[in-house]
């Protein structure tokens, strides 16, 4: 006789299906999104929150580290709006085309409209989705294969609200970086749910950004995602930047799929968040395709942070490099979970990735698992993986010639950030996210 085995609810868990229950109706679409909200709620469900026991969430228990799920946050009043106006603080300097959500709803008396730009048309995910229309320019984001059976991601497919649905038009090459601000009120503990879409054509060229920001005092929850078709010869350079508040959880999904001969640069800045998980996953579909994944991570206090990404060479002839940094002191945590696989017929194939993590205290902890899963013979990969702390001998040379401790440790945490920012490619973005890296090390005590 087979006993049967169910699995027990978490109070999170439990809270999470009254929450969708209580919301769904409400939630923006016809009944084909209903339904396809019903069919990802039900992948959660027999899922439930990733836990330890699903490998790709080994380091990032969220049946231990999410105690319970904060209610769906509500359209933002003025009191929102007016903190969302200043929103998006690191990168504020630098020229850009705004996009303001604020408590997980699209803001748009506070966005530049887009629309006149030649080539470039966007709508909000609400708006497109209480339309419905079939005729519409733009598809509604569907489940992808990547990535497609991850609790995480169908929680957000199953009570998505807005986000910003973008398409590139060919050849268009974007004048300034379009920014998404997504940034929490702080007047309550809710939850938000983000879903946008770029689809960027053949041979256009764009900068985006996504920021992501919130007050320190609030335990609030983000669920995040971008699917992201770059087209054959198009250039997408995205760079995310998380400064949550310091005691938010905040879960991020990237889907990605890179055309011939196209070029991807991504670069994740973490600055915040009590729990920060962002994934990734790529793949290279079209041949020569360039993908740069890069991001550096500050971390203190009790700070978890978990970066995990499945980079897929569908087909050969693609060039990839990975290069992640994480600086942790206090008692503060980093996993890095990176996977390359290359497909039997993507021959040529050129792969290669590094994490490094700094520990500045005895009490940090850095966990590395870089994967290689290879099945074509004529390539080149590689991957590595390092954790240590400063180096005393350099430290010494620094000090040796009257610069005080202190800054000596600033100088060379500023060094081993740098390599990884410098794979931005945009000058201002670039310098904002360095000059944040050195405001960090200068609130070091």
Known sequence: ?????????????SALAANFAASK???????????????AFKLFERRGLPHRRIEEWKHTDLRVLMRDAKPLAAPPDAAAKDRAKHSGGLVSGVPMHRLVFADGAFVPELSDAVDFLAGVTMVSLADMLARNDAGSAFAPPEAPQAGGD???????????TDGAVIRIAKGTVVDKPIHLVFSHSGSAATATFTRSQMIVEAGAKVTLVESHEGADDVDYQVSTALNLVVGDRAEVNRVKVGAEGARALHIATLIADVGEGAQLRDFIFNIGSAVTRNQLFVTCSGKNANVMLAGASLQRGTQHADTTLVLDHAVGGCTSREVFKAVLDDESRNVFQGKIVVRQNAQKTDARMMTRA?????????????ELEIFADDVQCGHGATAGALDENLKFYLMARGIPEHEAEALLIQSFVGDAIETIAHDGLRDA???ATVRWLGARV
Do not use: C, H
């Open 150 to 160: 991850d609790a995480a991601l169908a929680l957000n497919t199953a009570m998505m």
């Open 1 to 13: 006789m087979n006993a049967e085995v169910k699995q027990i609810k978490t109070a999170a868990e």
């Open 358 to 370: 700094l520990l500045l205290s005895d009490d940090a902890e850095a966990d590395s698992k870089p």
């Open 25 to 39: 109706s409400r939630l923006p679409g016809g009944p084909q999104t209903a339904g396809e909200r019903e069919q």
């Open 433 to 435: 996210l360095m000059f």
